[in-house]
């Protein structure tokens, strides 16, 4: 029986990636190293940073970009931040210790990991890094830090409506009770503004949820509060393969391409395709009509409202690849 051939699923061809991967370097460097190591182009974070900044200038959006670190553990993006004024986001203990430890400050920061830790929430109030605050209690726990070291930066983060079993966020009677308590404890906390957090990658449910955040902000300002910034959350999608190639693996895949007979759905995949990805969905984001009505550019400028965001992929697009040692081959397990 001939063994069927494998299905494939090829990227964007990047010729200069190419050029490296033919070169002699990547097996001279499994040998060194051994493997499996990353190799990383930082040039080309850089690029997809400068990519978003125009998008931000073209609309006349005053915005700033945090690098959600989770998207990717290496060393050499928070190095690229720290040196190019790009803000970090950063979920836990470590991933903070380390964007402070490879020089950015804590007011190039955001806090937004659910379900904080104290340790995390002290060191994060002592940097005066921008903290999203998802739950009443650690509001208050906030507001005791803060009472007996330096005040402390936050955003509220709202739940969105449409994904209520969010871990992300607090619900509309929530956050009325979160913006009192901050009027209440102005010495303690200052509430700079909104964030959001919606997991998939669409635009339009996003553009919405801004247009309401940058509402709550002129509602939270009546109560005396800052409120002059909202956060996007991350969520830009990239796009590694043509369509043709995505819409071919999804109708193709079966169990028989996966080890031990393993099934997904279409639905279970990230969208390796996505015909509005990176800086163009803010692009997409900005000029699209919000709550309002009006583009979500002209609501922000209107109001005085900058927009945060923390895209993690999508700066890392074609910013490197893993190499791998192909250890061997069963070749029973292709004849299946
Ligand atoms: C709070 C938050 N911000 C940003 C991101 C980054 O998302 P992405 O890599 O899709 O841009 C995530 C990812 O889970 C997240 O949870």
Redesign the pocket.
């Known amino acids: 029986m001939t063994p069927s051939p494998p299905l494939t699923l090829p990227t964007y061809p990047d010729p200069e990636l190419e050029a490296v991967l033919q070169s002699n370097l990547p097996h001279e460097l499994t040998y060194a190293l051994g493997a499996p190591f990353h190799l990383l182009l930082p040039d080309r974070f850089d690029a997809n940073v400068a990519a978003f900044q125009v998008v931000l200038d073209e609309a006349g959006v005053d915005g700033r970009i945090y690098y959600?670190k989770?998207?990717n553990k290496a060393a050499a993006w928070i190095e690229r931040c720290a040196t190019g004024g790009t803000g970090v986001?950063v979920?836990s203990i470590g991933e903070l210790r380390e964007a402070l430890g490879h020089g950015v400050c804590g007011e190039g920061i955001v806090v937004?990991?659910p379900a904080k830790a104290d340790n995390l929430l002290r060191i994060a109030v002592l940097h005066g890094c921008l903290i999203?605050i998802d739950a009443l209690d650690e509001l208050e726990r906030v507001i005791v830090i803060a009472q007996t070291t330096r005040l402390a930066r936050i955003l509220l983060r709202h739940l969105p409506p449409v994904q209520l079993h969010s871990r992300?966020g607090m619900n509309d009677s929530e956050l009325d009770t979160a913006m009192r308590l901050c009027g209440d404890a102005a010495d303690a906390v200052r509430m700079e503004g909104f964030s959001l957090?919606l997991?998939g990658?669409a635009v339009q449910p996003r553009s919405d949820m801004a247009g309401e955040l940058v509402e709550l902000c002129l509602k939270a300002r009546v109560m005396g509060l800052q409120a002059d910034r909202i956060s996007i959350?991350?969520?830009?999608a990239v796009d590694y393969v043509a369509a043709q190639d995505w819409e071919r693996f999804t109708r193709e895949q079966t169990s028989a391409d996966y080890h031990a007979g393993k099934s997904f759905s279409t639905s279970d995949f990230y969208p390796y395709h996505s015909p509005v990805a990176g800086a163009d969905a803010l692009r997409s984001l900005a000029t699209r009509p919000g709550g309002t009505g009006n583009p979500l550019a002209h609501q922000l400028r209107d109001a005085g409202v900058m927009l945060l965001m923390?895209?993690?992929?999508?700066l890392l697009d074609r910013a490197g690849c893993t190499v791998f040692r192909v250890q061997g081959v069963k070749t029973s397990f292709l004849m299946a």
């Open positions: 959600a989770k998207a986001d979920a937004t990991g999203a992300f957090h997991s990658y959350g991350g969520g830009f923390e895209p993690g992929r999508a």
